[in-house]
């Protein structure tokens, strides 16, 4: 499934320049926008890209954009994992809608896609002009639930390597490298599922490199995405989620669920990979579905 190209725009985030596509629907004045931010290591061509030119078609203008770092945008290193950057780039990007004349500046929302829904809940929770939030197969990311899921031994052990990686670049050394993905052996995400999306045509893109920071891999365990649960309220927050999730936990979705004080929804779709919500019907449909009919009467 391959989505429509929308205008090619770019602005700027902590003096670095982000490139998004915008998607304007047809029709007179202002309408809702959305923010859209996706999983870890895409791409604007990719997952996002898709949703956001399926919210366009319902309605709502929508940015796809690539993170710093990553895709056309500038930034170095490239391909690093930063989680304090990524909330400057969802902030500067909200910033730019706000100028538009075709959007509600009023009627802003933030969607997340994979660890971008994580980034989404906490960008929505401390921005008073984000008015919604929507996550669909996120990545609800805490240094607890990682720890407890790599055993207090192994989590340390972990911590030890990045920082001895880190403090080697520190040093002077060259930034390191690991494939995103890999079918087996050394990768940040290994195995056929990831590989299924990334590794083949499915998800091609001329600005995504089959590259990642080794350290990047820090800051997914230790970031704390998921407190934005805790501060999100009143806004309102849809989770949406796969029944069989081998790589953004069910039991994350509902934990950030629980955490969320309302108005609040969740939806369970029947998928069984995680990467169906990525592109694939009717589970794409059913979230985009969801999404709308959630964002007309909150947003």
């Keep these: 499934m391959r989505c429509a190209m929308g205008d090619r725009v770019e602005f700027t985030a902590d003096g670095i320049t982000l490139v998004g596509d915008l998607r304007v629907p047809d029709g007179e004045g202002a309408r809702p926008a959305l923010v859209l931010t996706g999983p870890f290591t895409g791409v604007k061509e990719q997952v996002t890209g898709l949703y956001a030119t399926r919210l366009a078609e ?19 290193p490239r391909w690093h994992e930063d989680p304090q950057g990524k909330l400057g780039d969802l902030r500067a990007a909200v910033s730019y809608l706000r100028r538009l004349p075709a959007v509600d500046g009023e009627r802003i929302g933030v969607v997340g896609i994979c660890l971008g829904g994580g980034y989404a809940l906490r960008f929505a929770a401390f921005d008073p002009r984000v008015k919604a939030f929507v996550g669909i197969a996120g990545a609800y990311n805490n240094p607890y639930a990682m720890r407890s899921g790599m055993t207090e031994q192994g989590y340390q052990q972990a911590l030890a390597s990045f920082t001895e990686v880190l403090e080697r670049q520190d040093q002077g050394d060259e930034v390191r490298y690991v494939p995103a993905v890999a079918l087996s052996g050394e990768a940040a995400m290994v195995g056929e ?28 365990i230790t970031v704390d995405n998921m407190m934005g649960a805790d501060f999100l309220s009143p806004k309102p927050g849809l989770i949406v989620h796969g029944l069989v999730d081998r790589f953004c936990s069910p039991e994350g979705a509902e934990e950030a669920y629980k ?41």
Excluded: C
């Design 259 to 299: 955490r969320m004080d309302g108005p609040k929804k969740l939806v369970w779709l029947d998928a069984k990979l995680h990467i169906d919500l990525y592109d694939t019907e009717p589970y794409v449909t059913q979230a985009v579905t969801e999404t709308t009919r959630f964002l007309t009467e909150h947003l």
């Design 193 to 220: 599922e990831p590989f299924a999306y990334y590794g083949t045509e499915r998800s091609a893109s001329p600005s995504w490199v089959n590259e990642v920071t080794r350290s990047s891999i820090r800051e997914l």
């Design 58 to 76: 319902a309605g709502y203008v929508t940015l796809a954009f690539d993170h710093r770092g990553f895709g056309e945008s500038g930034g170095v």
